[in-house]
């Protein structure tokens, strides 16, 4: 893999991780000490040894006063201190539309705000907590209030909902760019929605909104089929961790257990360690637009994003993605390449199949006797699909984004860095994608050729041992036909290691 020095810009060079930007953020220990003393008299129980830190210049965390046993309920916070809405429970497709799916429409969305019963949910919670705000001291989310962070810093300062992103930042990234345009219409939904509250500033509507998106959690509704949206307090103020590999670094998880939510330790903890959980499985670009979390050191979770124009596809393929259900041919279809396939060697499992759908039959073409396993969409790897795929990812990759690395302005430094680094991350999964990929081109190309000829060998050998051989071992020519298939492969393989040896040593000699 190559090193990220290479195409990062010089705005990575700085810290990235846990940034939240120069916006001050006015919260003192003294908010959140009153917040604990507001729940515990109303009957939550939190560890008092749990410490809530200024981690950075501009956010707070949770951390561990004491070893904390795995197992251990660290917080547990009473149902009724839960500022909650509750929503419908939409059923899921019993198959998703392969190609909706891999565009990146709003199935690669990670939140409520994927579909308008969930946006009804986010919009009425924002509601509530202006209410809640506007009544001050009558209010029983007082201290609650009083925790949250101030516009000053919600939304967070990478968040799509501070500012405007500049058009040129987005070409870095199409994973980026089509989840910041997805996120900027979906908020500006609830946005208006929310402007119908009298007396409402659109900072006030910003802050609130704000504050739903990226604090809130998931639990489970009154009834069956329905499924509520909660601000926790105290227990919002734990920080996300993301996926590192096999490696489970996140502290916490969290459960609802007799009408109570609780957070749990999921590990043993240490004392002073930071007490995280995982907002969401998803890569560093839904992290970044959903809650303002700039790119972890790793995410086992992170896809590059791969952008098809229709154009590139023959008129008969058209027809055949059509099916498939890309519709509007007019607008290019994202593809997503998932890192973790890097992970099994060579095997890009993931990868292909999702690339190779526009020559793989569609599913309403495909007979299924009575009766018969269902049998998946096998990927056509002949040698005409992987050139398409090489030409792809070629092109993908192509995209590099120089203009906007040169002329990063110096407010935006952040953001930018940001999205250097995911851009970065991006193009190495594609290049990984596009270096096996060519392999397999080749060697599809050298195995064509090797048995075509060893077909031919085989029915002349064939021919003469037949004049040779008894009747009764005939058997024998049948295995002797494997043999020399196998040998002709093993030949195969031999030829393309050496090309593939070859091709290294002129690109060294060109280096
Ligand atoms: C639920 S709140 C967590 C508490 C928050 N840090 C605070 O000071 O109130 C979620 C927000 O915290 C910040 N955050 C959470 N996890 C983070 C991380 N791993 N790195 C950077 N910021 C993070 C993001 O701004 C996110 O929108």
């Given at each position: 893999m190559r090193a990220l020095s290479a195409r990062?810009?010089?705005?990575?060079?700085?810290?990235?991780?846990?940034?939240?930007?120069?916006?001050?953020?006015?919260?003192?220990?003294?908010?959140?000490?009153?917040?604990?003393?507001?729940?515990?008299s109303e009957g939550a129980d939190l560890d008092p040894e749990l410490l809530v830190v200024r981690e950075s210049s501009d956010g707070f965390g949770v951390f561990a006063g004491?070893?904390?046993?795995?197992?251990?309920?660290?917080?547990?916070v009473p149902r009724r201190l839960v500022l909650e809405v509750p929503f419908a429970v939409q059923p899921r497709p019993?198959?998703?539309?392969?190609?909706?799916?891999?565009?990146?429409?709003?199935?690669?969305?990670?939140?409520?705000?994927?579909?308008?019963?969930?946006?009804?949910?986010?919009?009425?919670?924002?509601?509530?907590?202006?209410?809640?705000?506007?009544?001050?001291?009558?209010?029983?989310?007082?201290?609650?209030?009083?925790?949250?962070?101030?516009?000053?810093?919600?939304?967070?300062?990478?968040?799509?909902?501070?500012?405007?992103?500049?058009?040129?930042?987005?070409?870095?990234?199409?994973?980026?760019?089509?989840?910041?345009?997805?996120?900027?219409s979906l908020n500006r939904e609830c946005l208006e929605a929310l402007a119908k509250i009298p007396d409402c500033s659109l900072e006030l509507r910003c802050w609130a909104l704000a504050a739903v998106i990226t604090r809130n959690f998931a639990l489970?509704?009154?009834?069956?089929?329905?499924?509520?949206?909660?601000?926790?307090?105290?227990?919002?103020?734990?920080n996300h961790q993301s996926s590192?590999?096999?490696?489970?670094?996140?502290?916490?998880?969290?459960?609802?257990?007799?009408?109570?939510?609780?957070?749990?330790?999921?590990r043993g903890i240490a004392k002073g360690e930071e007490l995280t959980f995982v907002y969401a499985a998803a890569p560093d670009a839904a992290l970044l637009i959903q809650y303002g979390i700039p790119p972890a050191a790793s995410n086992f979770h992170n896809v590059a994003g791969i952008q098809i124009h229709s154009d590139v596809l023959g008129a008969e393929v058209r027809n055949v993605v059509r099916d498939w259900g890309w519709t509007d041919l007019t607008k290019p279809l994202l593809f997503?390449?998932?890192?973790?396939?890097?992970?099994?060697?060579?095997?890009?499992?993931?990868?292909q199949p999702n690339l190779d759908r526009p020559h793989v039959p569609p599913p309403k073409q495909q007979t299924r006797r009575r009766g018969h396993r269902k049998r998946d969409h096998a990927p056509n790897h002949d040698g005409a699909t992987l050139a398409v795929l090489v030409a792809?990812?070629?092109?993908?990759?192509?995209?590099?984004?120089?203009?906007?690395?040169?002329?990063?302005?110096?407010?935006?430094?952040?953001?930018?860095?940001?999205?250097?680094v995911i851009a970065e991350r991006e193009a190495e999964?594609?290049?990984?994608?596009?270096?096996?990929?060519?392999?397999?081109?080749?060697?599809?190309?050298?195995?064509?050729?090797s048995f075509e000829a060893a077909r031919e060998w085989q029915f002349c050998q064939t021919l003469a041992l037949q004049r040779e051989v008894p009747a009764v071992d005939r058997p024998f020519l049948k295995t002797l036909g494997y043999f020399l298939a196998e040998e002709a492969f093993r030949r195969a393989s031999l030829r393309f290691l050496e090309k593939e040896k070859e091709e290294e040593e002129e690109e060294e000699e060109e280096e």
């Open positions: 990062v810009p010089w705005q990575t060079l700085r810290p990235l991780v846990r940034r939240h930007g120069s916006l001050a953020d006015h919260r003192t220990l003294r908010e959140f000490e009153d917040l604990r003393h507001h729940l515990v004491r070893a904390i046993q795995k197992g251990e309920v660290v917080a547990s019993a198959e998703a539309l392969p190609f909706a799916a891999a565009a990146g429409g709003h199935g690669q969305w990670y939140d409520v705000m994927g579909f308008p019963a969930g946006r009804a949910a986010v919009t009425k919670a924002a509601e509530r907590l202006i209410e809640e705000y506007h009544a001050g001291h009558n209010s029983p989310f007082k201290a609650y209030c009083a925790a949250l962070p101030p516009p000053s810093v919600l939304p967070p300062p990478l968040h799509p909902l501070r500012r405007r992103w500049p058009l040129e930042l987005l070409k870095a990234s199409p994973m980026v760019e089509r989840l910041y345009m997805e996120a900027r489970k509704g009154p009834t069956a089929g329905v499924s509520s949206l909660g601000l926790l307090p105290f227990i919002d103020l734990f590192e590999g096999g490696k489970i670094p996140f502290t916490c998880s969290y459960q609802e257990r007799h009408g109570c939510v609780v957070m749990v330790a999921d997503t390449l998932p890192e973790a396939w890097q992970r099994g060697g060579l095997r890009i499992s993931g990868a792809w990812l070629e092109a993908a990759l192509s995209r590099t984004p120089s203009r906007w690395q040169r002329c990063a302005p110096s407010e935006d430094s952040d953001l930018f860095a940001a999205v250097a999964i594609l290049e990984e994608c596009l270096l096996e990929t060519r392999r397999r081109l080749l060697a599809a190309e050298l195995l064509l050729e």
